[in-house]
């Protein structure tokens, strides 16, 4: 029998799902509540644990034609300059098998939503999902239709709609994400718009006292994306003006920040930010991490991405679990095909949350450790120092495969 399934949410966490269940045989279709599928400017890194899922979906060639393949990641210190250690990103590929690439957030979308469609996926945009209700042997969901409201019948939905996400808080019901205290600042500059000795093809991320900046390239190596992550909390904002990816400051108010943040950074570092045009302003909102399968699955809604286990950026892996979760849930969906929907994706939700617990748990850690002052920034320089490439390789992340 061929299984109906729905999708909230056309992110990365919504295509990659929806190109998994069709490739294991289900009748896809992502309803997505904007009127295209536009991801914001900006990057993104995918380790080998993600890139190695991507090309045995065949999608090798289409992510060479977009990303960056950095050879190196540096640590160096915000205030000093100095680097404190190097990753050879080059080994990658015979460490892991897969290599560590950087690429422009949008080519990733457009890249998972072309090879959906190829898998006879239909991306549906102005469709909101409005409500979900599990009748046992079907989801009922209603959805607000180009504006029309009205319900459909599915097998299982499949609810990616994001870190505020509204399903989420139907099915499980445990409150709003939580404001993390930190800032995202985040802008795009084209390499040749750069001086020559700030150009890179590396990954760089510049550590100081509760502040730390990545930069890394991305469209091949011809941009260059810089993200400068603070501390501090933002006063009178609506909640509505939370979920947007580009707060509302004027571009000097935003500049102003970034150089308080950056107090007593080296030349170097300030040479970058000042480079960069057009800076937008991302407050950073999570949850505490999964501590069982509960929040993955309810019945026949299986949650995945960022509704299931949003987390801080600091380990640089929030869409490479949401495209984790998706070659589990096609993986489940395959190896259980005798058995009932509900049971596929508790199988699926028994796989995935301790995997995505121990990611968001490390990210939290990795930022302390990124933003650490006095005797903790002392002794994380030290360690750098000492055992440099050994600290910054994280076998337990890029080794992993799903389905192991
Ligand atoms: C500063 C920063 C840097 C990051 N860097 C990295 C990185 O380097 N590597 C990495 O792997 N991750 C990174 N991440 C994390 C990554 O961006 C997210 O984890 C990822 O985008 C989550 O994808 P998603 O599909 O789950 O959610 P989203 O990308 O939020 O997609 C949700 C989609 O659902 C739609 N939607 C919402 N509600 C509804 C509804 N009711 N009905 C229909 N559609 C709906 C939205 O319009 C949206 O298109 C970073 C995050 C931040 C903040």
Known sequence: MTEKVLIAGGGIGGLASGLCLARAGAVVRVLERASALTEV???????????????????????????????????????SGKVLATLSLRDMPARY??????????????LLSQAAQAQGVAVQCDAQVLAVQNLGDAVSVALSDQ????????????????????????????????????????????QSDLPVHLRTQDVTVWMGPRVHVVQYPVRGGEWLNVVCLTEGQLEGVALQELQGWNLRQTAAATRADLRAALTGACSALHAVVEACGDWRLWPLCDRVPMCDAHAHVQGRAVLVGDAAHPMRP????????????????????????????PMRLRAFAQARWQRNAQVQTRA?????LFHATGPVQWARDAGLRMLGARLMDLPWLYGYRHGA
């Open 41 to 79: 400017g900006a990057g993104v890194q995918l380790g080998p644990n993600v890139t190695h899922i991507l090309n045995a979906w065949g999608l090798s060639s289409a992510l060479e034609s977009v990303a960056a393949c950095p050879a190196n990641l540096h640590a160096r210190s915000a205030l």
């Open 97 to 110: 098998g897969a290599p560590y690439l950087t690429l422009h957030r949008a080519d990733l979308q457009t």
């Open 147 to 190: 504006d029309v409201d009205r319900t459909e019948r599915a097998d299982a939905l499949v609810v990616a709609d994001g870190v505020w996400s509204v399903l989420r808080q139907q099915l499980l019901a445990d409150g709003a994400p939580r404001m993390t205290g930190h800032l995202a600042y985040r802008a795009l500059v084209a």
């Open 314 to 341: 600091y380990l640089a892996q929030g869409a490479g679990m949401a495209i984790e979760d998706a070659a589990e849930l096609g993986h489940q969906w395959t190896a259980r095909a005798d058995c009932d929907v």
């Open 364 to 368: 939290m850690r990795n930022g302390d």
